[in-house]
């Protein structure tokens, strides 16, 4: 296939090669020290980068390796550890779930119980179970989604082979040389040293990061110019590069630095650089080094971890819940203040038995009381009822047929089953 200027490409370029998977680092040195579990990560000023294939040691003795973060990925919010506090965390987030605990609380108090504290407390469990469940499943699908992109395979350089090498998305370091075929994927953030463009252009689709589906132009640097092109190859003069650029940022516009090679020296900017996620389109194939990785990509720093997510009903009710609380805090006033009217009526010999005080005060007995019993004004059902509905909304939605993409061969993923109240709530469209 040519990718000459004028001419589109409609061929998928492939470098013929083994599957390469590097030696994992020694058990022993994996193992943290007592000191470095307190110390912290110095923060970068400027980022060295020399390409891995001119060190002369093993993948894990890379000073890329031990210096900078590699391309597996996590998006997950929990691990079995911080599941259950974190979880609980988030829930009490709701102010329901406050109170029903306070609820269950008061109710344990013997001169307040009015019912056995383990059949109120049993509709509670069963909603702080049944949320914890839902949050499991929406994490497993996440981690599910994080195997799949650090499975997925790239080629990169491997000078014992002298020649490219399929190797997952995970194992790819800093400092590697990768080859990236028309129509594939960019594994990280990289720095142009090839196209198989004569002139070093380069076209990209940048759709899974701003949703903008024209192409976008890349070059190569001009001290890599002459290497463009399908019959040139990879040489030792690459070795000689060395890099250097800003720390790793959200913003795309700091992407800069500069870099020598053979005694020739030049600057970067974005134009330069593809960014993870990326898709190459119109261009056999471009190498590059990779400069960020991981955790340390564009995309990554800009997306973060999975926030907890609010939908607007969830905020309403909160709301409600609050004025809800008023208005109980206002009748359980008027019923103290009645009690006392009431009893301040008769004394302590000819009070009716019915009302006789108990062993505490008589405000706190009503007032204690008269929470538990107009507790029902916050309906726990309706919470239980909405939580069945959000699980049965996303299990329809998934089995529709008409959510399928036969184009991408994709059906529809709900990543977060917390939000199926905020469809058909869209109220601006800006293009």
Not at 132 to 146: G, P, S
Not at 151 to 159: I, P
Not at 285 to 310: N, Q, W
Request: aromatic residues 10%.
């Amino acid at each position: 296939p040519q990718s000459n200027a004028g001419m589109t490409l409609k061929k998928h370029h492939r470098r013929v090669s083994s599957y390469w998977t590097p030696s994992s680092f020694p058990i022993v040195g994996r193992l943290p020290s007592v000191s470095g579990l307190w110390q912290r990560r110095n923060p970068e000023h400027t980022r060295l980068i020399v390409p891995n294939p001119a060190e002369d040691c093993s993948r894990y003795q890379l000073p890329n390796y031990i210096k900078y973060n590699g391309n597996a990925i996590s998006t997950t919010k929990y691990n079995p550890i911080t599941f259950i506090p974190r979880n609980f965390w988030e829930q009490f987030h709701r102010l329901a779930n406050i109170y029903f605990v306070f609820i269950i609380a008061i109710d344990c108090v013997p001169m307040w119980n009015t019912t056995p504290v383990i059949v109120s407390a049993i509709p509670v469990v069963f909603i702080l179970a049944l949320t914890a469940v839902k949050d499991a499943l929406e994490d497993m699908r996440r981690r599910q989604l994080d195997s799949k992109v650090n499975n997925a395979t790239c080629h990169v350089w491997d000078k014992n082979s002298n020649r490219f090498r399929k190797m997952k998305w995970k194992h790819i370091l800093v400092g590697d040389i990768v080859h990236i075929s028309n129509n594939e994927q960019i594994p990280a953030d990289i720095l142009l040293l090839r196209s198989s463009s004569l002139d070093g252009n380069a076209f990209v689709e940048t759709s899974n990061l701003d949703g903008e589906s024209n192409l976008k132009h890349k070059i190569v640097p001009s001290v890599f110019l002459d290497y463009c092109n399908d019959l040139m190859e990879l040489d030792d003069t690459f070795l000689q590069l060395k890099i250097a650029c800003t720390p790793p940022s959200k913003d795309v516009k700091q992407m800069r630095g500069s870099f020598e090679m053979d005694g020739k020296s030049e600057s970067f900017t974005p134009e330069n650089t593809l960014l993870r996620g990326c898709r190459l389109k119109n261009t056999t194939f471009v190498e590059g080094v990779v400069i960020y990785a991981g955790h340390d990509t564009k995309v990554m720093l800009s997306s973060g971890r999975a926030p907890y997510k609010r939908s607007h009903a969830e905020v309403k009710t909160n709301r409600f819940v609050i004025g809800c609380a008023c208005m109980l805090l206002i009748i359980i006033g008027i019923t103290v203040m009645g009690r006392f009217l009431w009893g301040s009526r008769y004394d302590a010999h000819n009070i009716p038995g019915f009302a006789r005080p108990v062993a505490s005060p008589d405000w706190l007995s009503t007032l204690g009381s008269s929470l538990v019993l107009y507790q029902i004004m916050i309906p726990l059902a309706l919470y239980i009822t909405v939580e069945i509905i959000k699980l049965g909304q996303v299990f329809l939605i998934q089995q529709d047929v008409r959510m399928y993409s036969e184009d991408k061969d994709e059906s529809f993923v709900a990543r977060s089953l917390s939000l199926g109240e905020e469809l058909g709530q869209l109220t601006h469209l800006l293009s």
